[in-house]
């Protein structure tokens, strides 16, 4: 039974001593100030909540990066982003038909209830993890069984040989949770969510901010440095750049790159761009004519003057994009002939269309997105060139998300970030059409870029994979089923008292290695 | 035991209102293309997972029957859990309502901090050079877009002169106070013009009665005069004009708190209309209304108390 | 208390009056039409030069509005750009003025239909009463119980973005000012010797209505119209703002401002001055409107 009246009541009586009521009955924070690596507690401000902790169905980055705090996996990704190291693991080996693994675990790990880490907790979070509907479980197809022969050892068997487990191991949703949740039911442990991780639950004010603590008894000693975290909820650009200006809060996560050049005049302000695999895509939808031309789509993609873009969009903090990966990520081809600004070949491909004289077509954007606007806007001027005249029909975020995930739209504009040091994830995703993303939401179809793909999640040796991968991006570019805009950095601002802080490629941070001065 | 059956009955009367209201809500937030599944669940989203967060939501059923249960729990007390917080509606007004509520507050007081004096000045002065002042000035303020002034004073106020936090709300009371003075101000400004004419108009008309020249004539000194007569008509004036702008008053917080990062009910509704967080928008709207009609309902009856002229009916 | 209801922006409660006409529509043997006040003088001009620097655009500048020039971004002003150019290389002078078009043309057709419909209503109402009188305030009751800006938002949400969207929002929510207005002033005007005058000769009820209640009520209503502009302008401004206003490219001093927004500590200009517009068109307006009130001895 609710008590809604109450809570009310409450929130009146707070106008009074709102110290108390805004903690949320967490433990006053001791501001245990002094030089670095002593303490401290850091804001990091962002411009959306988390949704959840639930580490295996959550896909929104402002939860992962939350929870990624308090949960570990038995793999991480490398800082270059490229590759996975042990994590929990100490070591593994791959039987010689390729279908048993066998992991020895990290000996003297705790959860921050107390309870040592064993291969029983390991064997009930992957079962828990690939028996999801609607979550992460794509990632986990391949295994056939999970085993705890004694606490130290885990033995995963797949159905066929997969070359990317240790990747897929790597991701969140198969890190490391208590067995039967500690005792807890799912949605309860997940509301105090308890893991190995270097910081522990404190609080959530939804839709205003989650703070983790210190968890004191980190298996890696001497980490974490600081006392407490706390991620805050700050729609407005200008806000979250005004609030690390202010000394109110000590990260900004994406300052626009519209505001990097003021932020880099301030004093006590460092503005980071970290290498990641973002990379944006001009969307276009084969159910709807012309796109299913690809003579239109090619002379689109030739169309777009994707310097252009990166100078004006990304203020020159990008690169133009040749393929649908991204640098960052193992077997992309940087000789991937992606197709690159060319009003001449444009319409010559334009000519050679069934639509040589052009057509009327609407480009689907986001309102409020400053990117989707200028993006819109650029590519309806060249467009015109073309003899194409494009409409833009703004609709806010989460209308878009609906009308292009439907498939409701005809042309519109996209973005992708991996979360996993394997291509396996995004190419899945983008071109194998019964993946239940139906391409991207492009409906784009080539038998044999789905061949490949199928052929590369079973090889193992990397000259193999390497060559399988080219093809692909060869053969997706040729048919230019997106337009591959840009890539571009993860850009951070913060406070000069912080160090330490690094973005992973893959987007997430370790905050165990950052330290606060005074 | 008069007042008492007044409020009884205008209690009553505003039932079928936040019913009407309540249905409107409902029906338009839920005709609006969008889907909190999708946007909840992202680019990945797949066909299971919206249909599995449906089913959750009771979104899988007919509209009119999630009307329905929707109003059937209302009755109870109970505003729903929010998709996107998967908590309940309630828990989270009582959380985001104190800073609203600062800051409603901090606008009115701030709003009658600037009108009062300025008003007194005209009044007092009526025609002469700082009358034309103060009742052209304010005129500036008719057309300015919140969201801009919000901006403008940050930019002027808080960065190049460092007078004031910037955004957010703090921590404790006088945090609050400090961060709450921007925003706050924002909105007396867009609420000074009108204020300041309705208090010259009424006092002019105070201070040209035949009981107030009678006092003049008598001897009492000028001071007394205002004092006495004119603040007790401005008051009724003042509370005429606030009651009439409180649905403005509510409705600017939601520009308003976001341009300064304050955690309140505008920001929620914001961020619940984006994400077709049909309970929280729901949630929101009806405690906005309450406030409306509760506010309209004291105004009344301030003008009663203030004034025994005025009839209830 | 009669009071409106209003979109974005805070209102005045009315002033207890006595029926007065409209000069213009039944002058009082045309003295009024040549006596001018000061205020509604200023205001009139500001008016004028705002609706000029408008209609005369391409005169005055000779760029294209949404001609981009991307090797040009965010110069500043100088160089043939009196206020530099934006983020896509076209001309921020330019827009400013092409904006004044579509702001002021919006803002005022936004206040059309509700002063039409709710001027019907009222009228109505306050003639006939009973049950038809009873439903409406009821529904102008909830209208008004609604912060109106969400109303707004939320109707342009469910409508989709452009300009038949935002007419269609500001109607639905702006008509019941007009409607409590009039019906507020035929309930006074109806009692006048001169209706029931005209009822007694057995004039038909719409020629009552339209020849000899309509002129009467008609004062109030308008002058309301016109600090309505300025709501609607706000209004339509702050969708600009929101992203869900005029569609792109055309310029709109809402978007104006929110594009401009993101250089706010660098290109203040780009932010101040399309906000600067809006408040001097607001001023131009609300001086009209005061004008107005002055004129016909209302104060």
């Known amino acids: 039974m609710r008590k809604p009246l109450a809570a009310l009541v409450t929130a009146v009586l707070c106008l009074g001593g709102a110290a108390a009521c805004a903690d949320n009955g967490s433990t006053p924070s001791t501001s245990s100030s002094g030089g670095a690596a002593a303490g401290g507690d850091l804001v990091i401000v962002r411009p959306q909540d988390s949704v959840s902790m639930d580490n295996t169905m959550v896909f929104s980055n402002s939860s992962i990066w939350v929870f990624q705090q308090m949960f570990e996996s038995l793999y991480e990704v490398t800082p270059d982003g490229k590759d996975v190291k042990p994590l929990l693991a100490e070591s593994h080996t791959l039987s010689a038909d390729k279908l048993t693994w066998t992991f020895k675990l990290k000996q003297g790990v705790k959860f921050s209830n107390g309870a040592p880490m064993t291969s029983a907790d390991v064997k009930f979070s992957l079962d828990k993890a690939r028996a999801t509907k609607g979550g992460w479980e794509f990632l986990d197809v391949a295994i056939k069984s999970v085993e705890a022969p004694d606490d130290a050892t885990v033995v995963i068997k797949t159905k066929y040989p997969w070359s990317p487990l240790l990747a897929d191991l790597a991701n969140f949703n198969n890190a490391v949770l208590p067995k039967d949740y500690a005792g807890k039911s799912h949605d309860d442990f997940y509301k105090a969510p308890i893991g190995t991780g270097p910081f522990v639950w404190d609080h959530w004010n939804k839709g205003t901010e989650i703070e983790l603590k210190k968890n004191p008894t980190y298996w890696d000693a001497g980490k974490p440095a600081l006392d407490s975290v706390t991620w805050k909820v700050v729609p407005d650009d200008n806000s979250r750049n005004v609030q690390i200006q202010g000394g109110q809060a000590q990260i900004n996560e994406n300052p626009p790159f519209s505001t990097l050049e003021q932020l880099k005049g301030q004093p006590n302000v460092k503005v980071d761009l970290f290498p990641s695999t973002k990379t944006d895509y001009v969307m276009m939808n084969q159910n709807e004519k012309p796109y299913d031309d690809v003579h239109v789509r090619r002379a689109i993609s030739y169309a777009i003057d994707r310097e252009a873009l990166v100078k004006t969009l990304l203020f020159g903090n990008g690169t133009p994009a040749n393929s649908f990966l991204m640098p960052n990520v193992p077997f992309y081809d940087a000789a991937t002939p992606g197709l690159t600004y060319d009003m001449a070949k444009a319409k010559e491909e334009m000519a050679k269309s069934s639509v040589p004289n052009g057509f009327s077509t609407t480009f689907l954007a986001s309102s409020g997105d400053s990117t989707d606007q200028a993006l819109a806007q650029v590519l309806q001027s060249s467009l015109k060139e073309l003899g194409i005249d494009m409409k833009i029909q703004n609709v806010d975020p989460s209308a878009a998300h609906d009308l292009q995930q439907e498939q409701k739209y005809q042309i519109s504009h996209s973005y992708w970030t991996m979360d996993i040091a394997d291509p396996d994830e995004l190419v899945t995703f983008a071109v194998d059409p019964s993946a239940g993303s139906h391409s991207f939401y492009t409906s784009y179809d080539n038998p044999q870029v789905i061949a490949d793909t199928k052929k590369a999640q079973q090889t193992f040796d990397t000259a193999g994979r390497q060559e399988l991968y080219s093809a692909i991006q060869k053969q997706a570019a040729d048919d230019a089923f997106m337009g591959f805009l840009y890539y571009s950095p993860f850009s951070y601002a913060y406070s000069t008292k912080v160090s330490g802080f690094q973005v992973y490629p893959t987007g997430n941070y370790h905050l165990e290695d950052v330290t606060l001065g005074s | 035991m008069r007042h008492l059956a007044y409020v009884g009955r205008r209690l009553v009367s505003t039932i079928p209102v936040l019913l009407g209201i309540s249905v409107i809500v409902f029906f338009m937030i839920h005709l609006v293309p969008g889907d909190p599944a999708r946007t909840l669940l992202g680019v990945r989203a797949t066909d299971e997972a919206v249909a599995a967060l449906h089913a959750k939501f009771g979104l899988d059923r007919p509209i009119w029957e999630q009307y329905l249960s929707f109003l059937g729990r209302l009755l109870h007390g109970d505003l729903g859990r929010s998709i996107l917080y998967d908590t309940d509606v309630s828990s989270l007004l009582a959380l985001r309502l104190p800073a609203t509520l600062w800051l409603l507050v901090a606008a009115t007081v701030m709003a009658l901090l600037i009108s009062i004096p300025l008003a007194v000045l005209a009044a007092t002065h009526r025609d002469k050079l700082a009358d034309q002042v103060v009742r052209a000035v304010p005129l500036v303020g008719l057309g300015m877009p919140t969201f801009w002034v919000g901006i403008m004073l940050v930019l002027l106020l808080a960065l190049k002169v460092h007078a004031f936090p910037v955004s957010g709300f703090g921590k404790t009371p006088a945090q609050h106070l400090s961060s709450i003075i921007l925003p706050g101000l924002t909105i007396a400004l867009a609420l000074t013009p009108i204020l300041i004419r309705s208090l010259r108009t009424s006092m002019i008309g105070v201070l040209d009665s035949d009981y107030v020249v009678t006092a003049r004539a008598k001897g009492l000194s000028h001071r007394r005069v205002i004092t006495a007569h004119t603040l007790r008509n401005a008051a009724v004036s003042s509370i005429t004009v606030l009651g009439v702008n409180i649905a403005y008053l509510v409705g600017s917080t939601l520009v308003v708190e976001r341009v300064f990062a304050l955690p309140g009910m505008g920001t929620m509704m914001l961020d619940a209309i984006f994400n077709r967080d049909f309970p929280v928008v729901q949630g929101v709207t009806l405690v906005f209304a309450l406030m409306v009609v509760a506010v309209n309902l004291l105004t009344d009856l301030a003008h009663a108390a203030l004034d025994p002229r005025i009839e209830l009916a | ?299």
């Open chain 3, 1 to 299: 208390m009669t009071a409106p209801a209003v979109p974005v922006g805070p209102v005045e409660p009315l002033q207890p009056l006595q029926p007065s006409r409209l000069p213009w529509l039944r002058g009082r043997g045309g003295e009024g039409v040549l006596r001018l006040n000061p205020t509604l003088v200023i205001g009139l001009s500001l008016l004028v030069v705002i609706v000029l620097a408008g209609v005369l655009a391409p005169v005055l500048s000779p760029w294209d509005p949404v001609a981009q020039d991307l090797t040009a971004s965010l110069q500043p002003p100088g160089n043939g750009h009196l206020l530099g150019t934006d983020q896509l290389g076209r001309d921020v002078f330019t827009r400013l003025l092409y904006a004044a078009r579509v702001d002021l043309r919006v803002g005022a057709l936004a206040v059309l239909f509700p002063f039409i419909i709710g001027t019907t209503l009222g009228l109505l109402a306050g003639w006939f009463g009973g049950w038809f009188d009873l439903v409406l305030m009821r529904v102008v009751d909830m209208v008004v119980a609604f912060p109106s800006f969400v109303l707004i938002i939320a109707l342009v949400f469910a409508l989709g973005q452009g300009t038949a969207s935002i007419y269609i929002a500001i109607t639905l929510v702006g008509w019941v000012a007009y409607a409590r207005i009039v019906r507020g002033e035929v309930l006074v005007a109806k009692e006048q010797e001169y209706a029931l005058a005209a009822r007694a000769s057995g004039l038909p009820t719409w020629r009552i209505l339209l020849r000899h209640l309509l002129p009467n009520v008609l004062l109030q209503a308008f002058v309301f119209a016109m600090s309505d502009v300025v709501l609607s302008i706000l209004a339509i401004v702050t969708l600009g703002y929101l992203g869900l206003g005029v569609p792109p490219p055309t310029p709109d001093w809402g978007s104006m401002i929110s594009e401009g927004q993101n250089f706010v500590f660098t290109k203040w200009y780009l932010t101040a001055v399309p906000g600067l517009a809006v408040v001097v068109t607001g001023l131009a307006l609300a001086l009209v409107a005061d004008g107005v009130v002055q004129r016909s001895g209302r104060r």
